[in-house]
């Protein structure tokens, strides 16, 4: 390649510095740690669950290696993955979708192959590789070991996984503090607002229709023509129902097309096509037509974290998937007419907004912060893996 490399890099193919798919041992029928697709977030290192299943089958790997989702769309999704799952040298295994890369010994540092594993260079040709029928097209082993890229000086690559590293456990920290902080809020609404009611209303409780109290605002329909791979100042971000799984939403529409169908950064949507139920907040764009923004006219009842309790609650949830329909793709009825929620006097629920306000408050900061950082990561990487950025 005579493409001009920072000094002491140099071009190498994949398979001649990364082990791919390596040997490990694990006898059939032995439990095992599985880590199934759905653990894969995109763009997210951290594996989000195991299940303990019989072995029979599949990729095997360790501590320490990156896995990579090489079937179609889970590889376009950036679902990409290191591993710290395991205890000392268990083995643990996982889909035959996905690629295991480890790093060899005194030539690359684990951590840089993750981070090389989800930058768009490597993505980019490894999508662009893709083989096989329409849905289930998968990346060739043979494509992943010859692709050729600058690899730094084993030091550098250790400095560049560091930063990027502890952008990614910061991001992973306030993901943690917003869980507990939803769990604990979910832990007291459960007691305030649901508990009271399993013998009975108590005097001044209402149940009322929640679209007697809630506005439900349904996204807009975009036609394919409107999709534009980059943004300007003439498109707005897009959200489908995927995209509030993770909070993040990479595709842009003519603003033009986007109407009153606008969310800001504390507003509350609700899928009710596809994956119905699904809640999320912290995203700003339209949103599709699978979506309701849930509002309402009432400032009591307009409370990020009242709407938000409501909407997972299991009891809502449980109403939300029985009414909806649909073979490949579910729909919950748009009427809302099932929708029931049980609130107490207006002046129980003042007192509870000003307990719950500084949590929500806290989560929404959290929320944006790590938005920062990941824009922070995805402008770094590019320019760490190609050495326009020099750490050392």
């Known amino acids: 390649m005579s493409e001009k490399i920072p000094k002491g890099w140099k071009w190498v193919k994949l398979g001649e510095v990364v082990i791919i798919n390596p040997n490990e041992f694990l006898k059939k029928g032995i439990i095992a740690k599985k880590v199934p697709m759905e653990a894969l977030l995109p763009f997210t290192k951290k594996i989000q669950f195991f299940i303990f299943e019989k072995y029979n089958g599949g990729v095997k790997f360790k501590n320490g290696d990156t896995l990579v989702a090489r079937i179609t769309p889970s590889l376009e999704n950036g679902k990409t993955v290191y591993v710290d799952l395991l205890d000392g040298d268990e083995i643990g295994f996982g ?8 790093e060899k010994s005194g030539i690359t540092d684990k951590q840089f192959i993750y981070y090389f594993a989800i930058s768009s260079d490597f993505r980019d040709i490894a999508i662009k590789s893709m083989t096989g029928s329409s849905g289930r097209q998968r990346v060739q082993n043979e494509v992943v070991k010859e692709f050729e890229f600058p690899l730094p000086p084993l030091p550098e690559q250790k400095a560049i996984a560091e930063v990027l590293s502890s952008i990614d456990d910061k991001i992973e920290l306030l993901h943690r503090q917003n869980k507990t902080l939803e769990e604990i809020a979910m832990t007291l609404f459960r007691q305030w607002f649901i508990e009271p009611t399993k013998d009975g209303l108590p005097d001044g409780w209402e149940e009322t229709r929640l679209k007697d109290v809630y506005i439900f605002e349904k996204g807009i ?7 534009l791979e980059t943004p300007d100042i003439d498109t707005v971000r897009f959200i489908r129902v995927g995209d509030m799984l993770d909070n993040k939403a990479d595709v842009y529409i003519k603003k033009a097309l986007a109407g009153n169908s606008i969310c800001n950064f504390d507003d509350l949507l609700v899928s009710f096509d596809g994956t119905v139920g699904r809640v999320s907040f912290g995203l700003v764009g ?48 748009s009427s809302i007419d099932y929708l029931f929620f049980v609130f107490p006097p207006k002046e129980k629920i003042e007192k509870y907004n000003k307990f719950f306000d500084p949590i929500y408050k806290k989560i929404l900061y959290n929320k944006s912060q790590i938005q920062t950082l990941e824009k922070l990561r995805d402008t770094l990487l590019p320019k760490l893996m190609s050495g326009e950025v020099n750490i050392l």
């Open 95 to 102: 889909s035959t979708e996905f690629i295991v890369l480890r």
């Open 221 to 227: 329909e975009p036609g394919s023509k409107n999709y």
């Open 286 to 333: 339209c949103y599709s037509s699978g979506i309701r923004k849930i509002y309402s006219k009432d400032e009591i009842y307009n409370k990020l974290w009242l709407k938000h309790q409501i909407f997972i609650s299991e009891e809502t949830q449980d109403e939300i998937n029985m009414h909806a329909e649909g073979t490949t793709i579910l729909h919950a009825s």
